[in-house]
């Protein structure tokens, strides 16, 4: 929708031109040099353009850029409180869960040594890897009781209006939404017929996929921008059944 102007608007644009219709006669009746006049006046258009060139597409372009860095750095840290207190422990169920994990294991133990080609190499061969639990193995009950104190949380994040920069994780944010409701809508979890187990193990699998190769991303951007948080999110690797913040 276009924005129309308004009257003052108009009534100042007018009186600007004519202003400047009013110094080039003053000009004109002093100096009687109409030819000077010309000149600069089409100097002063040609270079109008120029103008408006550095401003409109240079200079906008890198506030722009200089904007969306900003906004992207705010929103990673929304996806790091996500992982704190959400993530992590989500992925570390999953994980339990998974007997087809196996060596993938090794392969995700992130080291402060590791290089942007190694986490794109490990990305990469993460793809061929199935995320999927095995129904046999959830503890829906103690999952139930886990995201219930966490709906509040996952509610605020999706009032956060800097997702819309980042449309994959809002995607992983509704699908651990959605598995947050389907559990709390279940009163008696463990007690479920094997039809709802797999249902529920269809909206984990879901969850689970996204997560992984979410949380390699984000480790891949905290090594490069926050070594600090990259040494804790190392220790508490989720993939590491070893895992401990604690320093040895």
Known sequence: MRTMLTSWQVRLGIALVALSVVGYLVHFAVFRDAH???LYLIGDIAFVFLEVLM???IIHELLNRHEKQKRME???????AFFSELGSSLLRYFTDWDSGLGVRREQLKVT???TEEQFDRVEAEMKHHV???QPG???????RSFVATKLEFLLRLMENPSLLEHEKFTHLLMATFHLAEELVARRQPGDLPETDVRHLAGDIDRVYGQLARFWLEYMKYLKGNYPYLFSLAVRMNPFDECASPTIK
Not at 74 to 80: A, H, R
């Open 74 to 80: 705010k929103l990673n840290m929304v996806i790091g």
């Open 55 to 57: 401003v409109t597409l």
């Open 36 to 38: 000077h006049i010309f």
């Open 112 to 114: 402060a040594l590791w």
């Open 137 to 143: 193995s959830m503890q829906l009950e103690e999952l």
């Open 131 to 133: 995320y999927s639990v």
